[in-house]
């Protein structure tokens, strides 16, 4: 089995965690190969140089049969962004804080790899965004697993987002911004401005308003085969659009076309964790808090 592994760089007390994994990897007859600026973190932070089979690069000849993400949940969407449609299968190894997405406690990590090398994991399919292709986000990146915001710049003004569904006129948003949220986002930016969680497996997109001028707007729900387009305006002459945190700026008056993604990102759920456990773990649904 070849493991690819992805880190966080700026996590220097993880290292037992790091040395761990590898050191798994390794007794059970792994190969392994590491994303090379990682690697370099390894070698230069760390000044651990572990033996490898291989580096990753963005276009890596040699693939993973599986890609482990040590760090949060921003590791975990680096990972799937270097993913793609390669259709190789993500494991989240939490070493952050929240940790929706990488879910596997890293003091676990011993358990973590037996359960994997024993193939005691099932896989979940999760939709993605994508926005055309072109206006600097180019095919190979013109995806989200957690969420495409349209966001407004530098200044304290709102921005306007003219908002079309399967070419219906829905609204305008007169807002800070607009979150278009995958199922798996629905626990991300979007619940952060008070969007519903959805279930994994839901075939719907949400769209929730940052900050909206009227109370009266709320988050929607919408059916994942629906088309979005998007009309921005400011009077900052720009606004930003970013997917899953990678940000590029846009003239005012630019269009966007929105439509789910024709791959999914596949993640490993071990035999002990499920999404709900997450919520209640995460979120302490049920906890009595006094």
């Given at each position: ?17 790091i040395r761990r994994l ?26 651990y140089k572990p033996e ?29 962004a270097w993913v793609g ?206």
């Open positions: 089995m070849k493991i690819g592994i992805f880190g966080n760089k700026f996590q220097t007390g993880k290292q037992e965690c590898f050191d798994g990897i390794t007794r059970r007859g792994g190969k392994i190969l590491v994303e090379s600026d990682f690697y370099l973190y390894l070698t230069s932070t760390f000044g490898i089979d291989g580096l990753i690069e963005e276009e890596a000849t040699t693939l993973p049969d599986l890609a482990a993400s040590v760090g949060g949940d921003g590791t975990f969407l680096r990972t799937a449609a390669r259709d190789i299968p993500i494991l989240g190894i939490n070493t952050g804080h929240l940790g929706f997405l990488a879910d596997n406690d890293a003091a676990d990590v011993e358990q973590v790899i037996d359960d994997i090398f024993a193939r005691n994991y099932s896989l979940e399919e999760r939709s993605l965004l994508e926005i055309d292709p072109g206006h600097f986000f180019p095919e190979n990146s013109n995806f989200a697993l957690n969420e495409i915001a349209v966001l407004k710049r530098d200044t304290s003004s709102m921005i306007s987002v003219k908002t079309w569904l399967n070419e219906s006129y829905l609204t305008t948003y007169w807002a800070d911004g607009l979150i278009m949220a995958t199922p798996t986002g629905s626990t991300a930016y979007s619940m952060s401005v008070n969007g519903p969680i959805l279930v994994p497996q839901a075939k719907n997109f949400v769209l929730s308003p940052v900050a909206p001028h009227s109370l009266n707007v709320r988050p929607l729900v919408i059916p994942e085969d629906y088309v979005i387009r998007l009309k921005a305006e400011s009077r900052s002459s720009n606004f930003l659009v970013s997917l899953d945190g990678r940000s590029r700026v846009f003239p005012s008056g630019s269009e966007f076309m929105i439509r789910k993604a024709g791959f999914t990102v596949k993640i490993i759920k071990l035999a002990n964790h499920s999404f709900y456990e997450t919520l209640r773990q995460k979120l302490l649904w049920g906890t009595d808090t006094r």
